[in-house]
């Protein structure tokens, strides 16, 4: 056995007991790898949130004097420019609880109040036209609810039920407050980052210029580049699509005299910041709240919500998100399940950025390799002339 052979069977042999080590530990490694994610959870958080604050952010400084080169504009424009986005971003947090909280809890008591005789009608509907089915005609007639029993009921679950929600109040406080710990530490870390980002991108630049050689430092680089345009050109395009549905939405339950106009764009806006999914969670809202008030209204808002949607789908969508991540929409929407599976909200909002990225470099990719093979085909021979040879 050769030294070449010897080298390949010892590189099996120590891949096969590396995975018969992590098998048999797996647990262990599975806690372990738990632990660090709990660990660097803030510092994620804290990139996260400073990646959407940059954006709004480097808009600012934009028009922040631009021109000027005076020592005071240029101390104060990252300061300044900062102070403005955590307004903009707190402003819009008020107001979007400002108007929806308060609308959802009026219409939440409203609905509480009218499901009694949503049911009586339901039940007086179903005796005079069930003629035909004695049998279910006579258990309707003969159903009666207890609403005060109900009520007596789904008060004694939250009191002492199978979940035991408010026997567990103490667990469910501790995990808040350590969700709001994280939170605060991740806010802090992402104004760190976003006070001093020029300092870190230029010490991450020295660090990629001295390890690594020039061919992988442009290689990262463009990968960098390409995820950084992907996600921000996404997220820009998301809010304004979220935007501009949102007050369509409005302006349309405001000509058709719907109620409950402003809030329910509102929260059509919000929840169509979630690709896809967010449209049809809106949907459900709205038609809830206008439940409470008139059923028939309820169906025209979700016929005018369809055909907005569709609007929306096939005119507004692919102009300001579609065309600004170049990602087909059969692929949006495998991104959307994946990531939705594997995080919730969140996987769903990351899933369709990363897609993206990845599918913009595998054609990027594609396209040098088609590239490289047409150079390396020889050219084909000129075909000899016929008419030559007969002169001759």
Same mark, same amino acid.
């Given at each position: 056995?050769?030294?070449?052979?010897?080298?390949?069977?010892?590189?099996?042999?120590?891949?096969?007991? +590396? %995975?018969?080590?992590?098998?048999?530990?797996?647990?262990?490694?599975?806690?372990?790898?738990?632990?660090? @994610?709990?660990?660097?959870?803030?510092?994620? $958080?804290?990139?996260?949130?400073?990646?959407?604050?940059?954006?709004?952010?480097?808009?600012?400084?934009? =028009?922040?004097?631009?021109?000027?080169?005076?020592?005071?504009?240029?101390?104060?424009?990252?300061?300044?420019?900062?102070?403005?986005? #955590?307004?903009?971003?707190?402003?819009?947090? @008020?107001? $979007? !609880?400002?108007?929806?909280?308060?609308?959802?809890?009026?219409?939440?008591?409203?609905?509480?109040?009218?499901?009694?005789?949503?049911?009586?009608?339901?039940?007086?509907?179903?005796?005079?036209?069930?003629?035909?089915?004695?049998?279910?005609?006579?258990?309707?007639?003969?159903?009666? $609810?207890?609403?005060?029993?109900?009520?007596?009921?789904?008060?004694?679950?939250?009191?002492? +039920?199978?979940?035991?929600?408010?026997?567990?109040?103490?667990?469910?406080?501790?995990?808040?407050?350590?969700?709001?710990?994280?939170?605060?530490?991740?806010?802090? @870390?992402?104004?760190? #980052?976003?006070?001093?980002?020029?300092?870190?991108?230029?010490?991450?630049?020295?660090?990629?210029? !001295?390890?690594?050689?020039?061919?992988?430092?442009?290689?990262?680089?463009?990968?960098?580049?390409?995820?950084?345009?992907?996600?921000?050109?996404?997220?820009?395009?998301? @809010?304004?699509? !979220?935007?501009?549905?949102?007050?369509?939405?409005?302006?349309?339950?405001?000509?058709?005299?719907?109620?409950? !106009?402003?809030?329910?764009?509102?929260?059509?806006?919000?929840?169509?910041?979630?690709?896809?999914?967010?449209?049809?969670?809106?949907?459900?809202?709205?038609?809830?709240?206008? #439940?409470?008030?008139?059923?028939?209204?309820?169906?025209?808002?979700?016929?005018?919500?369809?055909?907005?949607?569709?609007?929306?789908?096939?005119?507004?969508?692919?102009?300001?998100?579609?065309?600004?991540?170049?990602?087909?929409?059969?692929?949006?929407?495998?991104?959307?399940?994946?990531?939705?599976?594997?995080? +919730?909200?969140?996987?769903?909002?990351?899933?369709?950025?990363? %897609?993206?990225? %990845? =599918?913009? #470099?595998?054609?990027?990719?594609?396209?040098?390799?088609?590239?490289?093979?047409?150079?390396a085909q020889p050219s084909p021979k000129p075909a000899p002339d016929k008419n030559k040879d007969k002169k001759h």
């Amino acid at each position: 056995m050769d030294k070449k052979e010897l080298k390949k069977y010892l590189i099996i042999g120590a891949v096969a007991v +590396g %995975v018969m080590i992590i098998v048999k530990n797996l647990t262990y490694i599975g806690g372990f790898i738990s632990l660090i @994610f709990t660990a660097v959870s803030p510092l994620v $958080i804290g990139c996260a949130i400073a990646f959407v604050f940059n954006i709004i952010m480097s808009f600012f400084e934009r =028009y922040y004097f631009p021109k000027s080169c005076k020592k005071l504009v240029l101390r104060t424009r990252r300061p300044v420019c900062l102070l403005f986005s #955590l307004c903009i971003v707190v402003l819009g947090i @008020f107001l $979007i !609880a400002k108007v929806v909280v308060p609308e959802v809890t009026e219409s939440c008591k409203v609905l509480y109040n009218t499901i009694p005789d949503i049911v009586d009608k339901l039940k007086e509907w179903a005796v005079e036209n069930l003629e035909n089915i004695p049998d279910i005609q006579k258990k309707i007639a003969e159903l009666d $609810i207890n609403w005060a029993s109900v009520t007596e009921n789904i008060a004694t679950f939250l009191t002492s +039920g199978a979940t035991g929600l408010i026997s567990s109040v103490v667990g469910i406080i501790g995990t808040f407050t350590l969700s709001i710990t994280k939170i605060c530490v991740g806010i802090a @870390f992402a104004l760190y #980052l976003l006070i001093y980002k020029d300092s870190i991108k230029k010490g991450l630049s020295r660090i990629k210029n !001295a390890y690594l050689d020039k061919k992988t430092a442009d290689k990262i680089q463009h990968i960098f580049d390409v995820t950084n345009k992907t996600f921000k050109s996404f997220f820009v395009g998301q @809010f304004t699509e !979220a935007v501009i549905l949102g007050v369509l939405c409005s302006i349309g339950m405001l000509i058709l005299r719907l109620p409950y !106009a402003v809030m329910t764009g509102t929260v059509v806006g919000v929840t169509a910041l979630v690709p896809i999914v967010g449209a049809f969670v809106g949907a459900i809202v709205g038609a809830f709240m206008i #439940l409470t008030v008139n059923p028939m209204q309820a169906v025209i808002f979700i016929i005018f919500l369809i055909i907005l949607q569709q609007i929306e789908e096939n005119f507004i969508y692919p102009r300001v998100v579609g065309s600004s991540i170049g990602l087909p929409g059969i692929w949006v929407l495998g991104a959307v399940t994946v990531g939705g599976s594997i995080s +919730g909200v969140m996987g769903m909002l990351l899933g369709v950025p990363a %897609v993206a990225t %990845v =599918y913009k #470099l595998a054609c990027e990719s594609l396209e040098k390799k088609e590239a490289e093979k047409r150079k390396a085909q020889p050219s084909p021979k000129p075909a000899p002339d016929k008419n030559k040879d007969k002169k001759h």
